[in-house]
């Protein structure tokens, strides 16, 4: 019975919240880089699982049918092998370069490059927030 109250329509509107979990750059940025699955490719792994203390840092191999290798980016914010280096700008160009599709390498098409290419570059306040990719 109680089920059937809490659903019947209403006049009622829910309130508003004034604050979610992802209002803060930093818990957006958490969250995006999660559901994006960023480690997925950005962190090197066995076959057991991923490398403890290698999160981001690059080096998964995809080898495509033609026998050409991909090897992901190390996106951790080290100054040496990583992004710490890269200015904000440089990281937006590097994405914003695949943006003409006829200079789109089909590699990158296979492996879901251009999809989250997009979100990086919209919230990439946030992705920063968490992941410290540049300096």
């Known amino acids: 019975m109680n089920l059937i109250l809490r659903t019947m329509p209403s006049d009622d509107v829910a309130p508003a919240l004034e604050k979610t979990a992802l209002n803060d750059e930093l818990s957006r940025g958490k969250y995006l880089v999660t559901v994006g699955a960023c480690g997925e490719c950005h962190s090197p792994s066995t076959p057991s699982g991923p490398i403890a203390g290698k999160e981001f840092a690059g080096g998964m191999e995809f080898t495509f049918p033609n026998g050409a290798v991909l090897r992901s980016a190390?996106?951790?914010?080290?100054?040496?092998?990583?992004?710490?280096?890269?200015?904000?700008?440089?990281?937006v160009q590097r994405f914003k370069m695949y943006q003409d599709p006829a200079l789109t390498l089909p590699r990158l098409k296979a492996v879901g490059f251009l999809g989250y290419r997009t979100i990086v570059l919209v919230y990439l306040p946030s992705v920063r927030a968490f992941s410290g990719i540049f300096s």
Not at 75 to 90: L, M, Y
């Open 74 to 91: 190390n996106i951790t914010p080290d100054k040496d092998t990583g992004t710490g280096k890269w200015t904000e700008d440089a990281f």
